[in-house]
């Protein structure tokens, strides 16, 4: 059947290149893909942690925002030239798009009273004409002031920040988020152009999620020109042959092209796990040509085949295996789909959609295309001794030895898989390179903190309960007694400063209001006297039932993060009362849970994929009992790889939790094609086991050597991908092929000796 159709496609080739062409170009109409870095796409609609979220936004406010802050290099943020650059950056950050509040210490709304008034007003105006003593009491105000320091203000007064809350509609957001960036670097570098002793550092969820975009953007502009360029040099040397080349080049950028263009007609949003699903297809896709080109090259060499008729041997010899190869993969990234985060999904979805176009264009244009170009191969001679003759040689001479050393360092590596633990960070999935990130490291140790945790404390009545206000103030001494915990931002502390600002600002006076109609009139004089958009609608309820207490960290782990809400659930179940008992919200605590919720989902992931893909060779190779021994081959080399992975790093992010299940489909395809080679020695040629393992090291020995060598290079591309987890993944699936490639040359065949030996 594989022999007519080969030489119907033979016959046909120019009819064949031209509706592949056509079907090709129809998969373009899914371009231009869109693109979304905003962290909410890591998160399915369900997630528990979103809802908490989404429920805490709409009960306040938005907590979207860009941080721009001012370190003057004399290192002093309270002289008049650096409070009129702060000055004028409030005021102008007021038109960044969608911006809706602009904090700043120039603009901070300092109260004090006249008679029975409050008068609230910006505490630092006309910074230029400011005396010496009118800064120096503005800056002893903003250093005692609990609402400012270490969020707007270092204790050391040397760096300043100007926070921006933006409200995005999600209309565009394809204009949205650049708008934003756009219009604040324009700012910041007016700053250094006005103020050349400043500089200026840029942060915040903004900032955060159009980093991701223009580190897919850097890296598709990087990564694919290197992985072009090293697939064409090790192919050239592999294979040399200019056509051999020329086509493999081809069937990788069809298959990518078509699966990105499915992509974009199914309505698939590029993200950037998603992104990296163009590297892994054009390092995937390479495998079903090179086995078509080698076994082409292999039978003109040493048949003495023509061009047409080694074209039909090789697609018969290997129509199985890559039919099986492909669906195996595609199984493999399909089971992606039990993932937790939905990027990842996409990945898989997207990579499945390439692998199995790889195999359409293998054994369609691929052939045609090699019908038609030159191809020039030296017949092989009989004394040529081929490397895979003399690796089948030792192999089947030292069975026994292999099979024993190969066991005790798989033994030895699985004995460190404990030693790995899930943590993640998510600041540093970004690599140093990238703005953002420096800038973040930057504010981290100099001011404030990215991370946050929300917490919507509830009181029975009313927030002006003095029991209520006494609960919230003592909670958040606690948390700034906590060493994780850079700053506190609470209704408490206007609380107690409205109370020291209608007794004459005695500090004596600085506590909460011990009466509840003393504590309501406060807050109604309070919110009278704010300007237009620096209300306290971030802080307290429509209803004054509430109020949100805001705790900011230092640049922590998932497993710190976890262990200090932790912390923070104990507190609060034994000394607040059960209104204010609720967990806390933040995009880092939803980062930190999904991790966890994604290590049982990927588990049954790759035990379905393992079920599968056994019932699919079980199904191809006749035989249960090759059908499972194709298992150890299969598990083994992911064992191994986190078993080094915990030998020398121990720690395991996002992404590498999905790396088993994603990696089952990939080793598979080596497993696959010595097996089928070596049954077809064993049922077609009725070959010894010893005879047959070297007929499979033979024919099919130097393309598994050869798509290894590419697999591992293609994904080691990767390390040099801007976004860490990529990068880490792109070693850990390296690791793992070369690991598959061992047990495959030096495991697999010593155990099919041994079982046929048994057998006998």
């Known amino acids: 059947m594989i022999e007519r159709y080969a030489h119907w496609l033979i016959k046909w080739r120019y009819f064949v290149i031209i509706a592949i062409l056509i079907l090709l170009a129809l998969t373009t109409l899914g371009f231009p893909l869109k693109v979304d870095t905003d962290y909410r796409v890591f998160f399915s609609e369900d997630n528990p942690q979103l809802l908490a979220f989404d429920e805490l936004e709409n009960t306040y406010t938005k907590n979207d925002n860009v941080l721009l802050v ?84 270092s204790p050391q007064a040397h760096v300043t920040g100007i926070n921006v809350t933006v409200q995005l509609t999600g209309e565009h957001p394809e204009t949205e988020m650049p708008d934003i960036v756009t219009f604040v670097r324009d700012l910041a570098d007016q700053v250094r152009k006005d103020y050349p002793q400043i500089e200026v550092h840029i942060t915040g969820t903004v900032m955060l999620n159009y980093a991701g975009q223009e580190a897919i953007n850097q890296d598709m502009q990087t990564l694919l020109p290197i992985m072009y360029m090293m697939i064409f040099i090790l192919l050239w040397v592999l294979l040399k042959s200019f056509s051999a080349v020329f086509v ?67 697609l018969r010899i290997n129509f199985q295996a890559i039919f099986l190869t492909s669906l195996t993969t595609a199984i493999g990234f399909i089971t992606l789909n039990f993932s937790e985060v939905p990027p990842y999904r996409d990945l898989g979805n997207i990579v499945a959609m390439g692998v199995i176009a790889a195999f359409i264009l293998s ?15 030296k017949a092989q001679t009989a004394n040529t001794i081929h490397f895979m003759d003399q690796l089948g040689d030792f192999v089947v001479a030292k069975r026994q030895a292999l099979m024993w050393s190969v066991t005790i360092l798989v033994v030895v590596l699985v004995a460190f898989l404990p030693q ?7 600041v540093k999935q970004y690599d140093k390179s990238v703005e953002f990130r420096q800038a ?11 991370y946050d945790i929300h ?40 609380f107690k400063r409205l109370n020291r600002t209608m007794h004459g600002d005695d500090p004596d006076y600085y506590y909460l209001p011990a009466q509840r109609e003393l504590a309501a009139q406060y807050l109604l004089l309070y919110e009278m006297s704010l300007p237009y958009g620096l209300d306290i609608n971030n802080q307290v309820n429509v209803d004054k039932s509430a109020t949100h207490l805001t705790a900011t960290l230092s640049t922590l782990s998932t497993n710190e993060i976890l262990a200090f809400e932790e912390r923070v659930q104990d507190w609060l179940k034994e000394n607040a009362q059960a209104s204010m008992q609720v967990p806390g919200t933040s995009v880092m605590i939803m980062f ?68 088993t299940a994603l990696t089952i489909g990939i080793v598979v395809d080596d497993t696959i094609h010595y097996l089928s080679k070596y049954l077809q020695a064993r049922r077609e040629q009725n070959l010894s086991p010893e005879l047959a393992v070297r007929y499979a090291f033979r024919s099919v020995g130097l393309a598994l050597w050869i798509t290894s060598t590419i697999l591992v290079a293609g994904f080691l591309v990767l390390y040099f991908s801007i976004f860490t987890a990529t990068a880490q993944m792109g070693i850990m699936i390296s690791i793992i092929v070369i690991c598959a490639l061992i047990t495959d040359f030096f495991l697999l065949p010593p155990l099919l000796m041994k079982l046929e030996e048994t057998k006998s």
């Open 70 to 153: 001012l370190a003057p290099k004399d290192g002093e943020v309270f002289t008049n030239e650096t409070l009129d650059a702060v000055e004028w950056l409030t005021r102008e950050s007021w038109q960044i798009p969608y911006s809706n509040r602009v904090d700043s210490i120039t603009n901070f709304q300092y109260s004090y009273a006249e008679g029975d008034n409050i008068i609230v007003e910006d505490l630092i105006r006309e910074a230029k004409t400011l005396s010496d003593e009118e800064i120096t009491r503005a800056k002893e105000i903003t250093l005692a002031e609990p609402q400012l320091i270490n969020m707007l203000i």
């Open 248 to 314: 493999t080049v081809l069937i990788i950028s069809f298959s990518t092209l078509s699966a990105m263009g499915l992509a974009g007609l199914l309505g698939i949003v590029i993200t950037g796990p998603a992104n990296a699903a163009s590297i892994i297809i054009l390092t995937l896709a390479i495998a079903d040509s090179v086995h078509l080109l080698a076994t082409l090259r292999y039978e003109m060499q040493t048949s003495g085949r023509n061009k047409h008729e080694a074209i039909i041997e090789s």
């Open 363 to 377: 054994i369609t244009l691929l052939p045609a295309l090699m019908a038609i170009l030159p191809v020039r191969h």
């Open 420 to 426: 790995n633990e899930l943590n993640d960070n998510f």
């Open 440 to 450: 973040t490291d930057f504010i981290t140790t100099n001011l404030t903190g990215l």
């Open 455 to 494: 917490y919507s404390l509830g009181a029975n009545e009313s927030i002006n309960e003095p029991k209520f206000l006494q609960s919230v103030d003592q909670f958040a001494q606690w948390l700034r007694q906590q060493p994780e915990v850079k700053h506190v931002n609470t209704i408490t502390d206007i």
């Open 592 to 659: 930190a849970n999904i991790s966890y919720r994604n290590i049982p989902s990927m588990l049954f992931a790759a035990i379905v994929a393992l079920i599968l893909i056994s019932f699919v060779l079980i199904i191809a190779f006749r035989s249960v009992k090759f059908g499972l021994i194709s298992l150890i081959p299969n598990l083994v080399p992911a064992a191994m790889a986190f078993g080094l992975w915990g030998m020398f790093v121990g720690q395991l992010g996002l992404a590498l939790s999905l790396v």
